[in-house]
Every structure is written in C-alpha cells, then in structure tokens.
C-alpha cells in the first residue's frame, strides 16, 4: 500500500510520487482502495495510446515477447475484443481462452485453471468471472499480475477508468479538466452492475458528486455507504446532472422478477429526450453497452452528436486496457523505478 | 466386556446447575455417577485421578452437527452428538436412523435427527413415529426451512403428538434465495447475493405461532437477528414451548469479516450486523437463548476454496465452542454454570437424554477443563476433518484436559 506521505503536494508538477510508487499494486482487482493520483496516474499513462491508436500504424513493440492470456469464463465479445487489441498493439503475443460455463463450477476446476495457466508462465493474465472475488481468488494463486475483466458483481475496474477517461476528454473540449464538482448520474441495474460499483469508486475517488438512481428492487442495501446518493425518482436524480450514465438490464443475473415489464421501465426510467432536458443543458450521455433500444435509452438520446459519448467510451477502452497491461508489466520488463 | 473400576476425581472444582462451581470430588462407577462434592471420596480400587484445579464438567451435548467428526468432537469435550439428517443418504429412513445412532458408540453418542420430510424436499412428512422407534431424538427441517405452511402445520401438530422437539431452519426461502451474505454495506460492496435480515424473523414468526396453535415444542436451531431475538423473547413470556440456539459465528463475528471474499465465513445462516451479533450476546445473557451449539461441518477445499457465492456455507465449530463460550463467561456476559447450561444440560433436556448433569445417578459423561489455558486456533492443525473454522490464527482461552464417556477414559 501507499503510504499517505507519497500523496504529492497540491500544485505540484507531478500528479503522482516516481516510478513504481505512483501505482504501487502487481494486479488490478478493483478500483476501491485506490488512491486518486493512482487512478490518475493511469488515465494520464492513457493518453498516449489514445492518440497512437488514432494513427494509420498502430502497433509498438513495448510489450514484445510477453505473453498474455485473455482467460474468460463468462461470454463476452466486447471486452475480450478490446483487451485482445489492446495487448496486440503494444506488441504482446496474446492469447484467448473461453471457459465452458458448465465445466467451471464444480470442485477445484476455477483453481487447477489458474495453476495450468501459472505453470505457462504468462506475463499478464485477464480474467472475467460470473463471481464476485473469483480474480481475487485466483490472483493469490499466480505469479504474474492479473488483471480484472469483470468479476460477478463486484468490480470492473478497467471499465471505472476508460469511463473516468471519457469524461475527462469531454470536459477537456469544454474547457475544464477537474472531476470535483461534478455530476454524475448513474441509473439503472445498480444491484447487478459490476460497472456501477467501479465507476462509483473511480468517481467519488475523484472527487465528483454520485446519484444513483433505481427502482427498490434493483438498489441494493447500504449503498449510501459508498458516498453516493440513491434515488429512486429519475427525474429528480437528473435535474441538474453533468453526467448521465445509463445501465444495461441485466437480466441474465436476475432471479425472479424485478421489473413489470421493459416497456414499464422504460416508463419510469428510460432516458428519453424530454428526460435528458431535465439535466445540465450540455449534459453528456454515456452507457456502457451493450445497449438496450427503447428500453433504458432512447435511439434519439444514443445517436446525439457532441453528446453521447457512447462510442467514445469503446475507443478509451482500448486506450486504458493498453495503459493497464502496459503500466502492470513494468515490473518484469525491469523498467527504470519499476523493476 | 471388560467392567471398568470406579473412577474417582479429585481436587478439581464442579460445574453445578448454577452459582460458580465448588470444590470438590466425583464418583463414578458402572458408567454413572454415585457421589459428587463433599460426599464423594475415593475407594479402595477406584482409579484415581487429580483434577488439579480444573473444572470437572458435564461432556458437551452438541445439538445440530452435520458430520460425524470424532477427533474434533473429543478434542472440544463433546461426548454427544445430535447429527443433523442432512447428510449423503439423508435420515429419513428407519435403518438410516438406526445406522446412524449405532456410528459413534462407544465413545460418541450420535443422537440422530430425523429428517422432518421425505429428502427433506419440505413436501412429504416422513416416517416420524418409526424413526422415532428406531432412535431419533427429535425432527429436524435441515439446512432449509419448510416453506409450505400447510405441511409445517401438519408436521408441528404429528411431532406434537409424538412428544418430538421440531428444530428448524430459520429462514423465509423465498426471501432468501439465493442469498450468500446479509443484505448491507459489506454486501453491497462486494457485489454479492444478499437477502435482507428479515428472511429470520418473517420464518421464526410463522414457526412460533404454528408451534403456538398446535402445542408443538419448537427448537429454533439458530437465532441471529435482534428482531428474531424479540420475537423468541416474547413467545417465551408467554408460555410456548419454543427454545434458541446460535453458534459461536454469530456472537463472535458480524459481516465485517467476509470483507476478504473468505469463504470460511461463508455460513449459514450468514453473518450479520454488528447490532445483531450485540442482540445475540444479550440474548445469551437474559436467558432468550438457550443452546450453543458447534454446527459442525468440516468442508474441504473443493467446497471452499471457491469464489465466495459457488462455496458450500459451513464450518468446522466443534473444536471452538467449548473456548468460544467460556469466552462469554471471560466477558462478563454469562457466568460458568450458564456456559454449560448451554453447552450440555439444555441440549440434553431437549433431545430427552440422560445427560448434560453432574448428578448421582446420571451418565457419567465428563469433561475436564482448564478453562483459562491459552492456544491459537489453527485452520491446518486441526483435529477436525477439514480446517474451515474463520476463527484461524486466534487466540483463545480454554480446553479439555481429559474426557470421560461413560466413565470411560478416552484419547
């Protein structure tokens, strides 16, 4: 951990201590914990892939000759595609594995997993998994750093930042660059959302002012606890907002009914344009996809040009996985500060 | 079989049915006692043996155990065993019951439980009357409740007739589903299934007002929240036979310790608030709860080391109950005659076994304790059959010297 006198001074030309102090952690489990020039040491390391990754030629060799493995054993096209990018453009050999959800749940299997693929020696390893502390788990059972993809319901810490990233371009072009202030309303499947919990940690870290908005069923208890507001009334929780961060229904992880119907929760909580008036003139649209047309987002709303960020946010997320696999790998290439 | 001789013991201090315990000297002889304090003095080819100091104590009397786990029961001082039906073959059966009853002797009494319905599938009753006959003590639901009301009350009122204590699960299922952690911060948090608090109240309601209208005697086998807590404390202030028991987990820990994902802490019902957990300790002390028992479950790795959600619920308690408790006595919450109480004499009384006394004429089932000795607990040092104990790497105070079953030296 960080000691609290590696906090740099306020006004100061480092945001962050040198070398490895500014992210002083081998995996990415979570974002919870994390300090805020932690958090903004690896938005700003981003920064460069995003503009590499804006070129004709997109490819570095920094991370040459190291293996990562994509190990996911929960479907995901999206994320796998961007972190298989990601690791490919920084020069990585990376490979996929695809888990066979029935083959996973029994016995030792999620363990002999992690210690086939440690005895491979990788140099990185990502992993999503249907459980809440699965990464953690198999972290504790490797060499290499791990990085977490989306475990369960707990954290999705690369999603946290290349959200906190898409902001911060945002706010750049209007002219401001600081989170605190800010107003950002999260709405949706808070209870099921692992993007919720690292997107409130990343946020409230950085100083900005988090509603959550849901209906009863899907707010989970206590979650005021983490520095946020919960609200149930979505006009209400946007009057005013900056920020307005749409989620997915998840219904795959629902038990039971939560929800009447989509066409009722559209009714109380899709973000229409009539809604959308409702918060900052500019406010700025973001959802982390896949989206669900004409139940928690308007077409209208999704295809708002300057506003919705939602495209931003896939092409960030290349950019961030980059930064993350690239600033954890430090360490075994032996850089200056890091090895 | 080979008679034993009269067994004395000495010099140590006994544990009475109340006030602190005395010292003095206990007889035994054909497996029952026939002195204790004052009046007991050793004979001519007894086998003496010095107590020095300890506690002579009742052997503990472990209500709801599902394994048979001999080390860990003798090391903890447990001479009998009330063994959950929830196990591979479920006792729900006459020869299950039977077989099971026969598995400890003669060292472990196993008093079996018999399953409440047919798989414990909350549908069917099973053969009460028959298991009965072949050695059940009492009835019980296993690890869930019986969600049908209807059956419930047709069960409650047959038991009642059979003179058979009902212990139950407490916990709405539907309410509950598939919760893994109570509904709060930590919970929240860590992005796991949760369920409201509630889930044990809304079940401990229904059960004492179906044992209220049926006269039925219901042992509800843990209670962990405050409002469940009130609930019991009212029933009892109004004369139903409804009795509570809790495991060391609940007044030693509250859902702060799942905080790692650790999966030793994963149980059943799951942690709960700190406010719960104080409920549970003033409950132990005003007299609302009645047993503590162990919840013995040994669960190795392929059940445990797992991400949270996917591991089986349980840990392995019978080594730490008897220090755990005398823990509450350290704190000031009970006194020593009270820990045994809960330990050995209430247990015994609800499953109707002659046991859980230091009386003349009872069995002579007998644990020595130095109930100050220090020791740490230790996940892979455990007698038990599996280290799951969250209590890994604490220190406690309290441990059994030597246990006698039946006046029968054992280890």
């Known amino acids: 951990m960080t000691s609290p006198d590696a906090r740099p001074e306020p006004g100061t030309a480092s945001r962050y201590p040198a070398g490895s102090a500014a992210f002083p952690h081998r995996d990415l489990t979570g974002l919870a914990g994390l300090a805020p020039w932690e958090l903004l040491f690896l938005l700003d390391e981003a920064e460069q892939w995003v503009e590499l990754n804006r070129q004709p030629h997109k490819r570095v060799d920094r991370l040459a000759g190291l293996t990562i493995i994509n190990a996911f054993f929960e479907n995901s096209t999206r994320t796998l595609l961007s972190f298989e990018i990601a690791g490919k453009r920084l020069g990585a050999d990376v490979v996929n594995m695809h888990v066979a959800q029935s083959s996973v749940k029994k016995g030792e299997t999620l363990i002999d997993t992690a210690m086939t693929l440690n005895a491979m020696h990788p140099d990185a390893i990502v992993i999503r998994h249907q459980s809440s502390g699965a990464v953690r788990l198999i972290a504790d059972k490797v060499d290499c750093p791990v990085l977490n993809a989306g475990d369960g319901q707990n954290e999705h810490p690369t999603q946290g930042l290349l959200d906190a990233l898409t902001i911060r371009t945002a706010l750049r072009e209007r002219g401001r660059e600081d989170f605190g202030g800010l107003t950002v309303t999260i709405c949706?499947?808070?209870?099921?959302?692992?993007?919720?919990?690292?997107?409130?940690?990343?946020?409230?870290?950085?100083?900005?002012?988090?509603?959550?908005?849901?209906?009863?069923?899907?707010?989970?208890?206590?979650?005021?606890?983490?520095?946020?507001?919960?609200?149930?009334?979505?006009?209400?929780a946007l009057e005013g907002a900056d920020v307005v961060m749409m989620l997915r229904l998840q219904q795959e992880r629902m038990e039971g009914q939560f929800i009447p119907s989509p066409r009722e929760y559209r009714h109380l909580y899709g973000l229409t344009p009539e809604r959308l008036a409702k918060a900052q003139p500019d406010a700025l649209v973001m959802h982390p996809g896949p989206m669900n047309r004409g139940v928690e987002i308007d077409s209208t709303v999704a295809d708002l040009a300057g506003r919705s960020l939602i495209t931003r946010q896939v092409e960030m997320g290349v950019a961030i996985r980059m930064a993350c696999l690239e600033v954890l790998t430090r360490k075994a290439r032996g850089l200056e500060g890091w090895a | 079989m080979k008679t034993l001789a009269p067994l004395t013991i000495t010099n140590g201090r006994i544990v009475g049915p109340a006030g602190e315990p005395q010292a003095g000297a206990l007889r035994c002889a054909d497996g029952r006692v026939v002195a204790v304090g004052a009046a007991a003095a050793p004979q001519d080819g007894d086998r003496v043996i010095d107590a020095k100091g300890a506690l002579i104590a009742p052997g503990l009397v472990d209500l709801g155990a599902f394994a048979i786990d001999k080390p860990a029961f003798h090391f903890g001082g447990i001479t009998r065993a009330a063994l959950m039906p929830d196990q591979g073959t479920?006792?729900?059966?006459?020869?299950?019951?039977?077989?099971?009853?026969?598995?400890?002797?003669?060292?472990?009494?196993?008093?079996?439980?018999?399953?409440?319905?047919?798989?414990?599938?909350?549908?069917?009753?099973?053969?009460?009357?028959?298991?009965r006959d072949a050695g059940a003590k009492a009835v019980a639901t296993g690890r869930r409740w019986i969600a049908d009301s209807g059956t419930m009350h047709r069960l409650l009122s047959y038991c009642a007739m059979l003179g058979l204590v009902v212990v139950t699960h407490s916990e709405d299922g539907g309410l509950a589903g598939n919760a893994v952690a109570t509904a709060g911060e930590m919970a929240t948090r860590l992005g796991l299934p949760s369920a409201p608090a509630e889930a044990e109240a809304l079940a401990v309601a229904r059960d004492i007002a179906l044992a209220e209208l049926t006269g039925a005697r219901l042992h509800l086998r843990q209670v962990t929240t405050a409002a469940?807590?009130?609930?019991?404390?009212?029933a009892k202030a109004r004369g139903v036979a409804v009795t509570a028991g809790v495991t060391p987990a609940h007044f030693m820990l509250s859902d702060v310790s799942i905080g790692d994902f650790r999966t030793f802490t994963r149980l059943s019902p799951p942690l709960r608030s700190e406010a719960d957990r104080q409920a549970v300790r003033s409950a132990?002390?005003?007299?609302?709860?009645?047993?503590?028992?162990?919840?013995?479950?040994?669960?190795?790795?392929?059940?445990?080391?797992?991400?949270?959600?996917?591991?089986?619920?349980?840990?392995?308690?019978?080594?730490?109950?008897?220090?755990?408790?005398?823990?509450?006595?350290?704190?000031?919450?009970i006194d020593t005659a009270r820990a045994f109480a809960l330990l050995a004499s209430n247990p015994a009384a609800l499953l109707g076994v002659d046991a859980g006394r230091l009386e003349v004429g009872a069995q002579a089932d007998i644990a020595l304790v130095d109930p100050d000795r220090p020791w740490v607990v230790s996940s892979d040092k455990m007698a038990a059959a599996a280290g799951n104990t969250p209590f890994d790497r604490q220190g406690v105070q309290g441990r059994v010297t030597a246990l006698f079953k039946g006046g029968a030296a054992i280890g």
């Open chain 2, 228 to 234: 469940a807590l009130d609930l019991v404390r009212s």
């Open chain 1, 188 to 236: 949706g499947d808070i209870l099921h959302s692992r993007v919720a919990r690292s997107n409130i940690h990343c946020l409230t870290t950085l100083g900005a002012d988090v509603r959550v908005c849901a209906p009863p069923a899907l707010m989970p208890a206590g979650i005021e606890a983490m520095k946020v507001t919960p609200m149930h009334d979505f006009d209400a």
């Open chain 2, 90 to 131: 479920v006792l729900d059966k006459p020869a299950a019951v039977r077989f099971a009853a026969q598995s400890g002797k003669p060292d472990l009494w196993v008093h079996p439980l018999a399953a409440a319905t047919k798989g414990l599938e909350g549908r069917e009753l099973a053969e009460l009357a028959l298991m």
């Open chain 2, 284 to 333: 132990l002390a005003d007299g609302t709860i009645d047993v503590i028992a162990s919840g013995h479950d040994p669960r190795g790795p392929e059940d445990k080391r797992l991400p949270f959600a996917d591991a089986e619920p349980g840990m392995a308690g019978a080594e730490t109950l008897l220090p755990l408790t005398l823990g509450l006595v350290r704190d000031g919450v």
